[in-house]
C-alpha cells in the first residue's frame, strides 16, 4: 500500500507563491504517472498537474499553465507542484495522486489514479 502526504499549503495574497510536496511512504515514483488535482467548495474535483515516470512529460490544466510547474524527485519520492501568481480562483484543496505504476500515462484521467493523499489547502486571497 503506497501512502501519500501533501504539504505546503497554507494562506497567500494574490501575486504570491506556495510551494506543494507530495511524499509518499516508498518508492515508488519510476515506474508512476503523479498528478495533483483540486476541489473548490461546491465544485467537483479538477485536474491541475501531472508527471510521468523519469519526469519525461508533464501535463497542465490550461487555467495553471505558465503559472504552475509540477516536478519530481525520485530521491526523495518526492513530488513538487510550485504555484505562483497565485489567484483567488486558486483556492481549493490540493491533492496528490498516483496511478497504478505499470508504466501508463494517468495525465488528466482522474479514474487512472489509484492512490490519493488527504489534501492540503491552499487559500488566495485578494
Known amino acids: 500500500q503506497v501512502q501519500l502526504v501533501e504539504s505546503g499549503g497554507g494562506s497567500v495574497q494574490a501575486g504570491g507563491s506556495l510551494r506543494l510536496s507530495c511524499a509518499a511512504s516508498r518508492r515508488t515514483f519510476s515506474r508512476s504517472t503523479m498528478g495533483w488535482f483540486r476541489q473548490a467548495p461546491g465544485k467537483e474535483r479538477e485536474f491541475v498537474a501531472a508527471?510521468?515516470?523519469?519526469?519525461?512529460?508533464?501535463s497542465y490544466a490550461d487555467s495553471v499553465k505558465g503559472r504552475f510547474t509540477i516536478s519530481g524527485d525520485n530521491a526523495e519520492n518526492t513530488v513538487y507542484l510550485q504555484m505562483n501568481s497565485l489567484k483567488p480562483e486558486d483556492t481549493a484543496v490540493y491533492y496528490c495522486?498516483?496511478?497504478?505504476?505499470?508504466?501508463?500515462?494517468?495525465?488528466?484521467?482522474?479514474?487512472?489514479?489509484?492512490?490519493w493523499g488527504q489534501g492540503t489547502q491552499v487559500t488566495v486571497s485578494s
Open positions: 495522486a498516483k496511478d497504478r505504476g505499470d508504466f501508463s500515462w494517468g495525465g488528466s484521467d482522474q479514474s487512472k489514479y489509484v492512490y
Open positions: 508527471i510521468s515516470y523519469y519526469a519525461t512529460r508533464t
